[in-house]
């Protein structure tokens, strides 16, 4: 039997897969297969800078109207896991 914290991480956790899976079909691949225009860094640096300016906004107070920044961060942080996971550097 699950305790209701479980259950708690459990909702958490899934919607938090299924807001990044939807960002997934909106946005293409385009955290671990960017088109870089003008970047040419890798996928793992970039989500590094993205989870760089998210944590900036936080500290200064400065997010976005609308924006769920914690979800957000979270994330930037799993899609860098499957990232590092895609390159074998992390099972």
């Known amino acids: ?3 209701t914290t479980q259950h708690t991480i459990a909702n958490i956790c899934d919607n938090i897969k299924t807001m ?3 960002k997934n079909k909106s946005y ?3 955290a671990l297969d960017p088109i ?3 970047s040419k860094g890798s996928s793992d640096e970039q989500i590094k800078i993205r989870i760089d300016d998210k944590l900036s906004r936080i500290s200064r107070g400065s997010e ?3 924006d769920n920044d914690l ?3 979270i994330g930037y ?3 860098l896991k499957v ?3 895609y390159n074998k550097e992390e099972l």
Do not use: A, C, H, N
């Open 1 to 3: 039997m699950t305790t």
């Open 20 to 22: 990044l899976i939807e």
């Open 28 to 30: 293409g691949d385009s």
């Open 36 to 38: 870089r225009i003008f």
């Open 64 to 66: 976005f109207y609308g």
């Open 71 to 73: 979800d957000d961060l």
């Open 77 to 79: 942080l799993i899609l």
């Open 83 to 85: 990232s590092k996971v």
